[in-house]
């Protein structure tokens, strides 16, 4: 049985990747802050029957970020795939943070994900196999959500020069970029975003892509 790791696995998309992922007979293992969070989630894998561990840790937390996936690691073996789906969603127009909460921002939006890569990557190249997944979002950069659009533009950076040092180890480093406001019942419904996710973990690597844009199409109603 492989395993999978969820860091942000809260309602909405971190939940629906956790239960795509159990559907096809993965360990899961789920990493949040708050243990109810973790717990609601948790309870929609019932049905699928296969191991949850449930870990609680901040993602800006380095030290309790690099202890969980140990823990993961230990529960379930070497992960097949990690899936960072943490973020600090907010508005914020320029010049409404101060410094140190564009710098929190940050830590969670971008250097979680570094914390996270840099545990497990070497570990993967080593095996020559797994996936690192993000999700990303602001395609385009929005002056309502300054730190978010920093934080997203960042995480491309990452991916791309994450896939250049992993990639030609069997690595597959990739994002999923989600253009819109993540709800039930829409086109932008977390089960049908999850399915990239999938997706992307199981390309063969001669066709792997790098990001997947969830958009849209231009004219549809909603």
């Known amino acids: 049985m492989g395993s999978a790791v969820v860091i942000g696995a809260g309602a909405g998309i971190g939940a629906a990747v956790a239960r795509r992922f159990a559907r096809e007979g993965l360990a899961v293992t789920l990493v ?4 109810d969070t973790l717990e609601a989630v948790a309870g929609t894998l019932s049905p699928s029957g296969v191991p949850v561990t449930c870990l609680r840790a901040d993602s800006a937390d380095e030290p309790a970020l690099r202890a969980a996936l140990d823990t993961a690691a230990e529960r379930h073996g070497l992960p097949d795939v990690v899936v960072y789906n943490a973020a600090v969603v907010r508005p914020d127009g320029p010049g409404e943070l101060t410094a140190r909460e564009h710098l929190d921002a940050w830590a969670v939006n971008v250097v979680g994900a570094h914390t ?5 990557l070497p570990a993967m190249a080593r095996r020559r196999a797994g996936s690192f997944i ?8 929005k002056a309502d959500y ?6 997203k533009a960042g995480v491309r950076t990452l991916v791309s020069v994450l896939d250049e040092r992993f990639g030609a180890a069997g690595v597959h480093v990739a994002s999923v970029t989600v253009d819109g406001p993540v709800a039930a019942g ?3 419904d977390p089960d049908l975003i999850a399915e990239h ?3 992307l973990h199981t390309q063969p690597e001669g066709a792997w892509e ?6 849209e199409p231009s004219g549809s109603s909603r």
């Not at 949040?32 to 243990?35: F, N, S």
């Not at 300054?146 to 934080?151: A, D, I, K, R």
């Not at 790098?210 to 958009?215: D, T």
């Open 116 to 120: 996270a890569a840099a545990h497990v």
């Open 134 to 141: 993000v999700t990303g979002g602001m395609p385009e950069p």
């Open 186 to 188: 829409t086109f932008f």
């Open 146 to 151: 300054v730190s978010l659009s920093l934080g």
């Open 197 to 199: 996710y999938w997706r």
């Open 32 to 35: 949040a802050r708050a243990q």
């Open 210 to 215: 790098r990001e997947v844009l969830h958009r």
